[in-house]
């Protein structure tokens, strides 16, 4: 299998992480390239138009040039961004997909995204629960999921074409690339899908965006997405969990956040 990575040039520090990630936990038979990130310099050369910040309008732009560079490709194509982090359950799960995927309906298949709802993650803590006791990754239908995200993503090689036709009517930038292809599913011109638990997870660096400055929301976000992870380390988690603790919560929030803990845990039934 082919994956692109997108990255900035002046982001030494991602790539070199990236590629030691994968030297360790990518497919002994999948290729890796990398595509140099269009940057905000750019856009404001070229006075790209849209309401859109330089850098997510350079986002959506390497996103759109790498589905159109692959639109002959004979096989899926793997797209991530270079705060993505493969696992030791990703190569064997994706592969395993990738052995049956004509058999699905699809075109893009997310590895992990974001969850931005409480009641939502709440329903996906339990499925964890449910899944992981059986060993069992599920792949979910998005079109009715609230999510967001382009972090690490399959394209049915079947529909590079539709995809870079539809991303092509974009004429002005005012949606985030990941939020255009959550309405593409969600208005069923593609057809979206989800592995969970989540096969691909967020590296150190996702909390110090690219685009935009990290907030207490991101934060929050992205410490939920690497405990859905297949592959998680809770020990390696723990210290960004700590510091949402120490920055952002009260004695309120706390005494709440016992509440919905004790809600998610295996032995907790509902009346």
């Known amino acids: 299998m082919k994956c692109i990575y997108i990255n900035l040039e002046r982001a030494t520090g991602r ?45 959506f732009f390497s996103h759109s040039a790498v589905i159109e560079m692959n639109r002959g490709a004979t096989a899926p194509i793997f797209i991530v961004e270079d705060d993505m982090v493969l696992g030791q359950s990703t190569a064997a799960t994706i592969n395993n997909f990738l052995g049956v995927c004509d058999s699905y309906d699809w075109d893009i298949a997310y590895t992990d995204v974001c969850i931005p709802l409480p009641q ?27 999510f967001a995200g382009s972090t690490a993503y399959l394209v049915n090689h079947r529909s590079l074409d539709k995809l870079a036709g539809l991303l092509a009517q974009e004429e002005e930038l005012n949606y985030p690339y990941d939020l255009v292809l959550r309405r593409l599913i969600y208005e069923r011109k593609l057809k979206g899908l989800v592995f969970f638990p989540f096969v691909t997870s967020l590296s150190d660096e996702s909390n110090v965006s690219q685009i935009q400055q990290s907030v207490s929301a991101d934060v929050i976000w992205n410490g939920f997405r690497r405990l859905m992870w297949v592959d998680r380390d809770l020990k390696k988690v723990w210290p960004s969990i700590e510091q ?28």
């Open 15 to 59: 790539r070199a992480q990236l590629e030691a990630n994968w030297a360790e936990y990518g497919g002994s038979d999948w290729q890796l390239e990398r595509f140099p990130a269009v940057d905000a310099r750019y856009i404001e050369e070229t006075n790209v138009p849209g309401s859109l910040k330089p850098g997510e309008k350079g986002c």
């Open 120 to 146: 939502t993650m709440l329903d996906l803590v339990k499925l964890r629960h449910e899944l992981t006791d059986s060993g069992e990754v599920r792949l979910l239908d998005v079109k009715d999921f609230p």
């Open 244 to 271: 949402i603790d120490r920055e952002l919560c009260d004695d309120e929030s706390r005494l709440l956040g016992v509440l919905f803990a004790g809600m998610m845990t295996k032995t907790y039934t509902e009346k």
